[in-house]
């Protein structure tokens, strides 16, 4: 009798051990059915609104206004030319002729005498503000042509031109005397001369 009972008991146990078995194995299969129409759901749901987003009216946007014309900005005026210095001697530009056919006194600039005037007139020098307009250049083509050696500097003939060019004969002669010119006595009186006997003064 006992025995019996253990034996009852055991297939009893071994019973609703393959009842949960199985009950597991139903519930897995019967979630994996469910899963796939859980999915379609949202998937059906975007499509919905998506067709419901394509059928409303569209918010009315104003056209894009024309862009306005640039305005112009007023040219600026060009600077005025420089002559341009390139280092290297560049022959100054003469005329053929005096101007009217009258040339100035050339003579009046210190350290030009009547022999180095009729070679300026050569090279078509022939008025005062011509030379006062040399560049530097310029001046370094006349004293290599004429070999000076850096007289025209030393001798000041640009500041004097431009003195002469201006017709300012007192501030010409206080820096330089009469120029090239001779006094009463026939002596030069020379601009260094001049400014050395200012400074013993």
Not at 101 to 115: E, F, H, R, T, Y
Request: charged content about 25%; glycine content about 8%.
């Amino acid at each position: 009798m006992p025995h019996l009972t253990i034996e009852l008991l055991l297939m009893m146990l071994l019973a609703f051990l393959i009842g949960c078995i199985l009950g597991c194995l139903f519930r897995k299969m019967t979630g994996a059915g469910a899963e796939p129409a859980k999915a379609v759901a949202p998937a059906a749901a975007v499509a919905t609104a998506a067709t419901a987003t394509a059928a409303a009216p569209k918010p009315h946007t104003p056209a894009p206004s024309a862009p306005r014309p640039a305005v112009p900005k007023p040219a600026e005026p060009m600077p005025a030319a420089q002559p341009v210095l390139t280092g290297k001697p560049v022959r100054p530009k003469g005329l053929a002729a005096a101007r009217s056919g009258k040339a100035d006194n050339l003579q009046m600039i210190s350290g030009v005498g009547p022999k180095l005037e009729k070679t300026l007139h050569g090279l078509g020098f022939f008025h005062f503000d011509q030379i006062a307009n040399w560049t530097r250049d310029e001046v370094e083509w006349v004293d290599d042509h004429l070999r000076f050696k850096g007289r025209i500097d030393r001798e000041e003939w640009i500041p004097q031109c431009r003195l002469l060019a201006d017709g300012d004969m007192d501030q010409f002669h206080k820096l330089y005397g009469t120029g090239g010119l001779r006094n009463k006595q026939g002596e030069r009186e020379s601009g260094a001369r001049t400014r050395r006997a200012k400074k013993r003064k």
